[in-house]
């Protein structure tokens, strides 16, 4: 049966030349086609625009086809390369920010820096006092203060090595750690966050050999806040006062104690040698890098994160 003729002629209209984009090019010799009329597939016929293709497009329809910086308020992105004038509310937003907490926390630095000059200071104290004490009695046992960099300085005494070292950030805690949820803390946003000094034990011998898998223990753990009150969690051999961090001001007196409690706890925990089926054998690696010898552990401590002195 021969093909209807309009059934031919309509059918090239389903496509626009939008469609069309990606095809070669029409012949020369073809005549040009004018636009043709929009139809439906089941009737060829003309249809009339939607309300949503007569409508002018919206700032959301223009947003899509841009990239670039984030815009609010319902107005269209930027193209690449031109950002959009940020709303005065974010600002704001950054600005309260940078006021509360960021000068909070150079305060609290300055506070840590402050206290952990002060522990350098009765260190160097305490080690004089201890050397004119034992050199009388033993000239071989050393007692010695060495300062590192302005955030670090150790102790040496016998054969133990105390590291004190003061972190560089401010950090906060869960609202269940520690003094986090006193009244005191609560009742100062500011208060949520502390600088910390950490006070860690070796044997003086790892550092002097480069023993560089021997363990190191952590004693004790300072925190200080923006009112230069204090923290002290560490291990149970500290012997030290409940933590109440409303009453807790840091001060000379308060740096001896927590030097000399952590030279106590250095000192009543002996270093424990390992079992002989333990040190039985040896790599090549361990033999260069000085682990040859028995290494000790010290067993004495023990250490709670939720446990304040």
């Known amino acids: 049966m021969a093909k209807s003729p309009s059934k031919k002629s309509a059918e090239p209209e389903l496509f626009t030349t939008t469609e069309t984009a990606g095809s070669p090019p029409a012949p020369a010799h073809s005549k040009p086609t004018p636009a043709p009329k929009k139809t439906t597939k089941r009737t060829g016929k003309a249809s009339k625009p939607t309300a949503a293709e007569a409508a002018p497009a919206k700032p959301a329809d223009v947003a899509a086809t841009h990239s670039g910086a984030t815009a609010t308020d319902n107005r269209p992105t930027?193209?690449?390369g031109s950002p959009t004038e940020a709303p005065a509310d974010r600002l704001n937003q950054i600005f309260e920010g940078l006021k509360q907490k960021s000068t909070a926390k150079q305060a609290i630095y300055r506070n840590t820096q402050a206290a952990f000059?002060?522990?350098?200071l009765v260190s160097q104290e305490l080690?004089?006092?201890l050397s004119r004490k034992l050199t009388p009695l033993d000239s071989s046992v050393v007692i010695e203060y060495r300062s590192i960099?302005?955030?670090e300085f150790h102790i040496r005494f016998s054969g133990d090595?105390?590291?004190f070292v003061m972190h560089s950030n401010i950090v906060t805690f869960p609202d269940d750690y520690g003094p986090m949820p006193s009244k005191y803390v609560e009742a100062d946003f500011r208060r949520r966050f502390f600088g910390h000094i950490m006070a860690y034990n070796f044997m003086a011998d790892s550092i002097k050999y480069q023993r560089l898998n021997d363990p190191g223990y952590l004693v004790g753990r300072l925190l200080v806040n923006i009112n230069s009150h204090y923290f002290l969690e560490g291990v149970q051999q500290?012997?030290?006062p409940d933590n109440d961090m409303s009453d807790n001001v840091i001060t000379?007196?308060?740096?001896k104690l927590f030097v000399e409690s952590a030279m106590i706890a250095a000192v009543n925990n002996d270093l424990i040698a390992p079992p002989l089926p333990e040190i039985q054998k040896i790599s090549v690696k361990q033999k260069l890098e000085n682990q040859?010898?028995?290494r000790g552990s010290k067993v004495g401590f023990s250490f709670s994160a939720q446990q304040t002195f």
């Open 252 to 255: 000379p007196e308060m740096m």
């Open 161 to 163: 090595l105390l590291v």
């Open 78 to 80: 930027a193209e690449a």
């Open 238 to 240: 500290l012997e030290l």
């Open 149 to 151: 960099n302005d955030m």
């Open 117 to 120: 000059d002060c522990l350098r």
């Open 292 to 294: 040859q010898v028995s």
């Open 127 to 129: 080690v004089v006092e």
